[in-house]
């Protein structure tokens, strides 16, 4: 949305007079609480009291004390119940400038909340303790701001750049900078203050209402990392920002209430030539076919679509389009959606490079919901490396892709055809481990028959009231059920008064990030049918 308007003088300087210092719209932060951050509402009388009152409406849930109401009379409208107050204006703060902030933060003694704020965030947005002047050095480094390559300013009232020439001298080396929860509010100072750090390439903005308007941007062709989490910024801002960030690599819009990708002149999105991450996680996008309108981001390497409302994946079709679809995407994150179909699963295969995938607390994932385990997704997933954040060994993949296929083979009286369908990767890793039916053949009898459906297993007690007992290695048929093996634990192991709870650990279990031993929950269930071959592992625990 282009908008114009009279450029607005930066160095400018908030007036104490009451009656002009506040304006409907304004943010502010109430006087040494600069985390109790909201926004006018209402500036005038309030019945039954003097003077001139400032209505608030609080960022915060319960920060206020009712909804914009007072003694019967409405003043304005605020976001909840208990959000609004009324409050003088000598306890509002409408903010300060730029390098005022970063006196009170480097050149006055820090408290441990603020040395706890100074970090910088990972390319997951994860935040990174820093030492940004030393600690113990401070004494000698406050007089040469102009070392300073990276600053967290967070929370400090921040409300407009002050004078540009001045943020220049001051901060020349400074490339990151951290600006999140201040009251910056419109796009024009944000660019000013950029204009002013030549050596910027990193700018958090997170937790401040940004207007939608966005006007007299100039270009910020050194931004690299760009964090708008909580901001409020949607899709149609991000392409009215587009031109003005040529080279963006890395851009984060979580918890912005965004549901569409909105491109302005064509049906997906083009441009950003640079852009390798795109953090969409808490969002509200439902639909598949909002995320396809990315898939022609030539440099995309990265998606976090975590905590959305995603209920199936696909993979476009090549037909329209100029490049193949998510050409360069190796990482997908989709945790805690609404996913529960194994062909979304499958679908990931089509993904030319993908091979870091998060699929946890989704239907699909959850057993309670009729989910499927770690090893499935190993075995249907071709190329996949890394799952739900855990390496994928080369041992783990075999032993995950010949526990599917005897998984398949155990419960599979349907048509090859169906097989197929259901089961994509069956025949190819059928044939590629040289696996044989392993249901015994009607022509064998007795012994024979038998010893041609064992398999070797080791059962290994854990539970606290156990007592150290010797892992024991016993050759079970396949078709052993969950409950007969409990049964058969409680003999072995002479269990009394104890029912036992069975768990089956994975191959490399042993590895860093490895995922936890699977429940074995369904008592008539049998080995095979769970997967399990020769040389698996059950861990024997006791019910809590």
Known sequence: MQATSNSRDPTRQPTPDPGSTFRVGQRVHFIGQPRRIGTVKYVGPVEGYSGIWIG?????????????????????TARGSDTASFVRSHNLSPGVALLEALETRYRTASTKEE??????LSTRNKRVSVELLGKHKIEDKVSRFEELTSASLSYLGVS?????????STLPSLKELDLSGNLLANWEDIGIICEGLPALTALNLSNNAISPD?????????IRVLVLNQTGVIWKQVEVLKDSLPYVEELHLMGNNLREITP??????????FLRLLNLENNCISAWDEIVKLSQLRSLDQI??????????????????????????????????????????????????LMDIRLSENPVADHGKGGVPRFVFIARLAKVQILNGSEISP??????????????????????????????RFAELKEFHGLEDERPSTGASGPQKMASGLISISLKCVGASMGEKP????????????????????????????????FLQEEDYKLQGSPLPTLLEDDMESLIELGVGNQSTILVDERP
Not at 160 to 168: A, L, T
Not at 482 to 501: A, E, M, Q, R
């Open 115 to 120: 040395e706890d704020e100074m970090y910088v």
């Open 471 to 502: 892992p024991l290695l016993k050759k079970l048929p396949g078709t052993t059920t969950v409950g007969k093996l409990k049964n058969l634990c409680v003999s072995f192991f002479k269990l009394k008064s104890i029912k036992p709870v069975l």
């Open 56 to 76: 608030v409406d609080w960022d915060a849930d319960g920060e206020g004390k009712h909804d914009g109401s007072h003694n019967g009379v409405s003043y304005f």
């Open 395 to 424: 041992r783990e993949r075999k032993e995950s892709e010949i526990r599917y296929v005897r998984l398949v083979m155990s419960k599979s009286h349907g048509s090859s055809e169906e097989i197929r369908r259901l089961h994509p």
């Open 304 to 353: 976090f679509l975590n905590n959305n409302n995603l209920n199936h994946v696909w993979y476009p079709d090549f037909g329209g389009l100029d490049e193949v679809p998510f050409k360069s995407l190796s990482g997908l994150f989709l945790g805690s959606n609404n996913i529960e179909d194994l062909d979304s699963v499958d679908s990931l295969n089509s993904f030319p490079k």
């Open 160 to 168: 407009f750049p002050g004078s540009p020439d001045h943020v220049s």
């Open 264 to 273: 302005v002149s064509s049906t997906v999105v083009q441009g950003f030539n």
């Open 214 to 222: 966005i006007f007299n941007v100039p270009q910020l062709s050194n």
